[in-house]
C-alpha cells in the first residue's frame, strides 16, 4: 500500500465436529457437538454451550502517520462470531432422550447464532510505551437467554452462559504498557 500503511487479516475459526462423553456406567458415547443443557452436563460433557463452529477474524491497518513523540497508529476491527446451539433435548440421540425427551420450553430449544464486533486503536508514545484504547461488543448485543431449568448453577450465570457469550454487553477499555 505504499504511502498508505500496511494491512493485516487475522483469522482464527474452529469447527467442532465431535464432542463425545462415554458415561461410566457404560453406554455408548454421547455426542453433545452443537448443544447445550442439564443432560449433557448430567452425563459429564461440557456444561457450556458448545457452538459447532466459531471464530475470530480481524483486520488491521497500520497507518503510516506518526507525529514527532506520536509513533505510528493501528487500527483495527474484529468480528467474533458463534454458530447457534440446539438443546440437548432436541437432539435424536437415545441417551439424551431420543424422541421420547421432553422438549423444554421453546425460548429454550435453541440459543442463535451470535456476533460481536469490537473496535482498537493503538499507538507508540516515543519508543517505550505502547497504548492501546477500544471497545468490544460496539452494538451492544445481549447474549442469548435459556430458562432456569436449562441453566445450571455455576457454569451458567442469571440465564447467561458468560464463559461463550459476551455477558458484559458493550465495554470500554484503555491500557498502557511500559518497556524499559
Known amino acids: 500500500m505504499n504511502d498508505a500503511g500496511s494491512v493485516s487479516l487475522n483469522f482464527v475459526g474452529t469447527w467442532l465436529d465431535k464432542l463425545e462423553t ?36 480481524r483486520v488491521t491497518w497500520n497507518t503510516p502517520f506518526e507525529y514527532g513523540w506520536l509513533g505510528s497508529v493501528g487500527l483495527s476491527a474484529q468480528w467474533r462470531y458463534f454458530s447457534s446451539v440446539k438443546l440437548d433435548t432436541t437432539s435424536s440421540d437415545p441417551a439424551l432422550g431420543g424422541a421420547t425427551a421432553p422438549r423444554g420450553a421453546a425460548t429454550d430449544l435453541k440459543l442463535a447464532s451470535q456476533s460481536y464486533i469490537d473496535l482498537l486503536a493503538t499507538f507508540k508514545i516515543k519508543d517505550q510505551y505502547s497504548f492501546r484504547a477500544g471497545v468490544n461488543n460496539v452494538f451492544d448485543n445481549d447474549p442469548p437467554l435459556s430458562g432456569s431449568s436449562n441453566c445450571p448453577t455455576g457454569p451458567c450465570n442469571q440465564n447467561v452462559w458468560p464463559q461463550v457469550y459476551d455477558a458484559l454487553g458493550r465495554y470500554f477499555f484503555i491500557g498502557l504498557t511500559a518497556d524499559f
Open 22 to 57: 462415554t458415561p461410566l456406567k457404560g453406554g455408548h458415547p454421547i455426542d453433545c457437538a452443537g448443544l447445550y443443557g442439564t443432560l449433557c452436563t448430567a452425563l459429564g460433557g461440557s456444561p457450556n454451550p458448545n457452538p459447532e463452529w466459531r471464530h475470530k477474524m
